[in-house]
């Protein structure tokens, strides 16, 4: 007997064939395009954690916000439970807001610095919850406070957050966002401005976070080796495109695309040794240079300026996405199906 096949669950939210264009002032009377997302295509579900991981500039703050609703996709669509986004005047709903929280790098920034962590928290509450009662806003206050662990609750309510440090601020912002009791969070780089101490305290509040809520995780990141602690899956980024994605342990382990593996050479490992890089580097490519310009990004591969294995379809054509089994996807010429790409090397 034949068994059903199997369908994957509806993601949370997602980004369809997302693309984000921004019109810029490029000298006196003359006006620029960029390129910031190309092509973004991203699932995110339940109690799963994604990790999308590049360098700045790469695009990932703009589909992050992209995803939040605070920009309107130039083409492209974002579906929350399989259902499309609309948005006016560039303005999604405020229920849609309730649904998906993004937390921001600076936790300096994100506080209001005239109101106690009291106001901040009970803000969300009253716009989204509509909670008047004042026992009952004392009491939510104090529970996610506690959630986030800044205890005892009392000690920390009606401080400012200039009183408080770094990783309690970011805390503070956590539970702001769990104030509307969201599906999916969104960390835009929400580790990167604390103090290496604290960092491993704040993965471990988010994967417990994703554990008892079953939130749905995107986790943004330069940073490989978090990346690798906290998330399921990994997807990276370059000059505004996705071109490598699958489980985690595959892709840091066995990276596809060469800027794939020129991030994970990068971080720290002191079981890698210094043979291990000079690999990578065996086609001769001494200088990679810098990322290129999304105004004026380069045809073909948009890696192909830096890349040591550049072939001539490289410089023309943009690569196809090669799923490669197991979950996993690149967009390299190096692992296409296509005849043409492999009789083409660098001259």
């Excluded at 921001?104 to 009662?133: A, C, T």
Aim: charged fraction near 25%.
């Amino acid at each position: 007997m034949t068994a059903p096949p199997t369908t994957r669950p509806t993601p949370v939210l997602a980004a369809v064939d997302v693309t984000k264009h921004f019109a810029v002032r490029a000298g006196v009377g003359s006006r620029a395009v960029v390129r910031a997302v190309e092509g973004a295509t991203l699932d995110l579900h339940r109690g799963r954690v994604v990790a999308l991981v590049g360098e700045s500039g790469s695009g990932k703050t703009t589909l992050a916000r992209l995803l939040a609703g605070f920009y309107a996709p130039t083409s492209g669509e974002i579906a929350l439970e399989g259902a499309p986004v609309r948005q006016r005047r560039g303005r999604v709903e405020r229920g849609y807001h309730k649904d998906v929280q993004l937390i921001f790098q600076d936790p300096f920034g994100s506080l209001n610095p005239l109101h106690r962590v009291r106001h901040n928290l009970e803000r969300p509450l009253r716009l989204h919850h509509g909670v008047r009662d004042r026992a009952e806003l004392d009491r939510r206050v104090g529970e996610l406070l506690e959630r986030v662990a800044l205890t005892p609750a009392d000690q920390f309510a009606d401080k400012f957050p200039h009183e408080l440090s770094g990783g309690q601020r970011q805390r503070v912002v956590i539970a702001r966002a769990l104030a509307v009791e969201p599906k999916v969070l969104l960390g835009d780089e929400p580790i990167s401005m604390l103090d290496v101490s604290i960092r491993l305290e704040m993965l471990n509040l988010l994967d417990r976070l994703r554990t008892e809520d079953g939130l749905a995780l995107l986790y943004i990141t330069h940073d490989i080796a978090s990346a690798r602690y906290l998330c399921d899956d990994v997807v990276v980024m370059y000059a505004g495109e996705m071109i490598e994605g699958g489980p985690k342990e595959q892709v840091i382990a066995d990276p596809l695309h060469p800027y794939t593996r020129l991030l994970v050479e990068s971080s720290p490992d002191p079981a890698r040794g210094a043979r291990d890089r000079e690999a990578l580097f065996d086609a001769g490519a001494d200088d990679l240079g810098e990322p290129p310009s999304l105004i004026d990004p380069p045809p073909g591969c948009r890696f192909h300026p830096r890349c040591p294995f550049a072939k001539d379809v490289c410089r023309t054509q943009a690569p196809p996405r090669t799923d490669v089994g197991e979950g996993r996807w690149t967009r390299c010429w190096l692992h296409a199906t296509d005849p043409t790409a492999t009789s083409q090397e660098t001259e």
